[in-house]
Each structure stands twice: as C-alpha cells, then as structure tokens.
C-alpha cells in the first residue's frame, strides 16, 4: 500500500497550487485526508473527503480557499489551495482511514500515510 503526495512546490502569496495524492493498492478505505505539519507546530487537519458519497470537511484555516476532489478512477485525491498565505508553508501529508469521520478530525483516525509534500509560500 502506497500513497504517493505530489504538487507541492514554492508559490507567491496570493497564488494556487494543486496537490494530488495517488494510492496505489489500498482500497475500501472511508476517506482520505490532507494534514499539514509547519517547523515546530503540531500536524493540522486540512480537508477530508469520504470516497463513496464525496462528503467533504475543511479545517478552519484553509476554509473558503481550498476544495478537496477525489477521482474513483485513478484513485486519487486533489487538494486545491487558492489565496495561499505565508502561513499556509508546510509540509502536507495525505492519508487515508477506515474509519468513519463526520467531520475535521485527527490524524490519530488515519492509518496510513504519504510521505508527504513541502508546500512554500513566500510573502
């Protein structure tokens, strides 16, 4: 089981950047998640989407500038981030649970992980 996180990158404030999280070999899981972890703070939730009814969960920093995807086909899911600030610089990770969420929730529900993305945003 793989989770492969991609399209991080350094972006200006104000821009956009879309993140992909490719998993190979794991299926049946209930959701994937997007956490960021910035240098010396703790790993955040991001955005959640259940994979069979599309259900989404934001976290409060990133609400009303991201929207999380998911493409059953490739078995893939897209975090767009748009409006990016400073503080938005992190490394993200996507994950997956199978477990049932009804909303943000912790990392601690989500069993395996990517290895994670290095998002900069310079100011």
């Known amino acids: 089981v793989q989770l492969q996180a991609s399209g991080g990158g350094l972006v200006q404030a104000g821009g956009s950047l879309r993140l992909s999280c490719a998993n190979s070999g794991r299926y049946g899981f209930y959701a994937t998640g997007w956490f960021r972890q910035a240098p010396g703070k703790e790993r955040e939730f991001v955005a959640a989407?259940?994979?069979?009814?599309?259900?989404?969960y934001y976290g409060e920093d990133v609400k009303g500038r991201s929207s999380i995807s998911r493409d059953a086909a490739k078995n893939t899911a897209y975090l767009q981030m748009n409006s990016l600030k400073f503080e938005d610089t992190a490394v993200y990770y996507c994950?997956?649970?199978?477990?049932?969420?009804?909303?943000?929730?912790?990392?601690?529900?989500?069993?395996?992980w990517g290895q994670g993305t290095l998002v900069t945003v310079s100011s």
């Open positions: 994950a997956t649970t199978l477990q049932r969420i009804l909303g943000p929730t912790s990392s601690d529900l989500f069993d395996t």
């Open positions: 989407i259940t994979w069979r009814d599309g259900k989404r």
